[in-house]
């Protein structure tokens, strides 16, 4: 049948993106080339701000004190939030800013930069724990053309489900991030721990483009560290991360919270791919950059449409399901749904091929995040299988309602 063959063809187009993807990731992020680091450093050039809202008082305490260990000034602004945040900062030699009221996220981060002067700027989370060195080896990454510098992020686990998946997700992110930094820029500068130049992001980040944004002239409160990102990248600038230092933060509690973090992550992705992609952002990311963006972004709503036709296939059909195959999460969204039989060579050598390119694919690119976890592999395994599975969904839904932005979605 011509509908079979053409069904087939898109799957073996869409299969070999794939391997490609998967084979020059788990390579770049398996041997990564550290970059240019620099040695004469000095972290009280550094203000670092911390802005907080309704974050539990210890996990609190424990990100203050770990600030106090950098050897830099710290503010912290408090989002209508006041005590027990300024008594905690000004205990640890910090300086406490508060807003009576609820701004966002964004908002504070703003209020923080207006009063840092230093070459450096350094932004955290409020429930994010960083390591003693942090800002020191952070800033011997600042090469000549570096304007941004992350870390690796890990997820502590407690015990559950969430925090599970949420880590299987970080070493995917990682492994993509690597491939990325080795070529010169980053998906994304994670917000969670973040360092810049001061000048570079200071006047963008009091302008009112970056604070009032609009889509289709309704004010949206987009991700800070992706709108960083695009602008860094539009400016031509390059970011790297520091994967010597590893930070921890804290697992969304309950599914309910992992699922309005994943939208609003999803929601700001979506509107930076369609505008970078239309302002020539993309390009200036150079050509491996933006392959990592295409295949991230459009696969899924590739794979959704062959769901789809799937589907009306199956409706059509029903004498030709032979089994359900679930190899991993991308076969399964995208070209392992349902398999029938072929109904001539042709397709039975395509169906073949997907099959062989899939298993390699799928191996490696598993074998390569597994890799990054030291304990509890098979259960981290599972439940990241389970989490991506869910996210593909969520980026769909995310698509669909990208302008719908919240100020502190996930607390």
Not at 252 to 278: A, D, E, P, T, V
Not at 287 to 306: A, H, R
Not at 358 to 381: C, Q
Request: proline content about 2%.
């Amino acid at each position: 049948m011509k509908d079979f063959l053409i069904i087939y063809l898109a799957l073996l187009a869409v299969s070999i993106i794939s391997f490609v993807y998967y084979i020059l990731n788990a390579y770049y992020s398996t041997y990564y080339i550290k970059g240019d680091t620099v040695s004469d450093v000095d972290p009280s050039e550094t203000t670092i701000i911390m802005p907080v809202y309704n974050e539990d008082t210890e996990v609190f305490r424990k990100a203050i004190v770990s600030l106090k260990l950098q050897g830099a000034d710290f503010i912290v602004v408090g989002d209508s939030s006041l005590e027990p945040y300024k008594t905690i900062t000004e205990e640890n030699g910090g300086k406490f800013i508060y807003l009576s009221k609820n701004g966002g996220k964004k908002n504070a981060l703003v209020q923080g930069i207006k009063y840092a002067s230093t070459k450096y700027v350094m932004f955290v989370d409020s429930d994010t724990i960083i390591p003693a060195n942090t800002l020191k080896s952070m800033l011997t990454y600042f090469a000549p053309g570096i304007a941004g510098v992350g870390v690796n992020i890990h997820i502590k686990n407690d015990g559950t489900y969430i925090s599970y998946a949420s880590e299987f997700i970080e070493r995917l992110t990682e492994m993509i991030s690597k491939s990325m930094s080795r070529h010169g820029n980053l998906y994304v500068l994670d917000g969670r721990c973040a360092l810049y130049k001061t000048d570079v992001v200071k006047p963008f980040m009091t302008s009112d483009e970056f604070l009032n944004k609009k889509i289709l002239g309704k004010k949206v409160v987009l991700g800070d560290d992706m709108q960083l990102t695009s602008y860094l990248i539009k400016n031509k600038y390059k970011m790297i991360k520091d994967y010597d230092i590893t930070v921890e933060t804290e697992p969304q509690h309950g599914l309910k919270k992992f699922m309005n973090q994943q939208i609003r992550w999803s929601r700001r992705g979506w509107y930076f791919f369609f505008k970078n992609i239309s302002d020539g952002t993309t390009k200036n990311g150079g050509k491996f950059y933006t392959f990592e963006i295409l295949y991230i972004y459009l696969i899924p709503i590739i794979g959704f449409i062959l769901l789809l036709l799937r589907g009306m296939f199956f409706l059509r059909i029903m004498g030709h399901i032979d089994y359900l195959s679930i190899s991993s999460i991308d076969n399964f969204v995208m070209h392992h749904f349902f398999h029938f039989h072929p109904h001539n060579f042709l397709e039975s050598a395509i169906n073949g091929l997907m099959y062989v390119l899939g298993a390699i694919g799928d191996t490696i690119f598993v074998g390569a995040i597994m890799l990054r976890i030291p304990k509890n592999r098979i259960r981290t395994l599972v439940y990241g299988a389970i989490g991506l599975g869910i996210l593909f969904f969520v980026n769909i839904y995310g698509l669909l309602t990208f302008w719908k932005q919240s100020k502190w979605l996930t607390r």
